[in-house]
């Protein structure tokens, strides 16, 4: 089945400064990879998603790329305010599941 | 537009007791994929349903199952509760399959003692 490694797992940022989480995946027939965003006490959102068709989509401070010869694909987050403070999961899909990184524990400081 | 809801909130239960568990989706979203999420194990699928049928399992014992009625709304069930059962368990809906924009509900905590 896919496997999806996230790194890193704790993340602190100064206020302003960018964030960057990776995630790699196993399946080669993956295509659609969602980012969410867990903040404490609530479900996962879904913040930005990308095909397997596009290299790269971006909205506003949010960007992911991702590059389907090495599997791998990333999030951006510029300009970093407090209210990103939260756990960041990475997903891909396969075989119609999807199957989550182990999170990163974003912290912005002001 | 009201968002995925989930009932109850919060539930302890017994080891070997069973548990049922309630989700109501996004108005017009026909997809529900339910998920364990756990410190150790993290995010889990355990299955989606699509207009009342299971369309796919996640890798779980029998002992959890789902349900899907007409009106779209979810049910999922645990029996012979065992302590590691304990987790947060998420419904999500979509318009028509988890591969599209998914609406998590903010859980229920499952507590086994």
């Known amino acids: 089945g896919e496997n999806v490694e996230q790194h890193p797992s704790t993340l602190s940022v100064q206020e302003g400064d960018s964030a960057v989480i990776k995630c790699t995946y196993s399946d080669s027939a993956s295509n659609y990879f969602p980012w969410y965003k867990q903040e404490l006490g609530k479900g996962p959102q879904l913040i930005i998603d990308?095909?397997?068709?596009?290299g790269e989509k971006k909205d506003q401070r949010i960007a992911v790329t991702l590059n389907k010869t090495a599997k791998h694909f990333s999030l951006h987050i510029t300009e970093t305010q407090p209210e990103d403070s939260a756990v960041y999961f990475c997903?891909?899909?396969?075989?119609?599941?999807?199957?989550f990184g182990s999170g990163t524990q974003l912290t912005v400081l002001p | 537009k009201a968002g995925v809801t989930q009932t109850p909130r919060y539930l302890i239960k017994t080891r070997g007791q069973q548990v049922t568990l309630s989700c109501s989706p996004i108005s017009g979203h026909r997809s529900v994929s339910w998920y364990q999420q756990t410190p150790g194990q993290g995010l889990q699928f355990l299955f989606e349903y699509f207009s009342e049928t299971q369309r796919n399992k996640g890798n779980f014992p029998g002992r959890f199952s789902g349900r899907q009625f007409s009106n779209s709304r979810s049910e999922m069930n645990v029996s012979t509760l065992e302590l590691g059962d304990s987790a947060l368990y998420l419904c999500?809906?979509?318009?028509?399959?988890?591969?599209?924009?998914?609406?998590f509900g903010p859980g229920t905590r499952l507590t086994v003692t």
């Open positions: 997903a891909a899909d396969s075989a119609r599941q999807l199957t």
């Open positions: 990308i095909r397997s068709n596009v």
């Open positions: 999500a809906s979509s318009f028509n399959s988890l591969v599209n924009e998914q609406y």
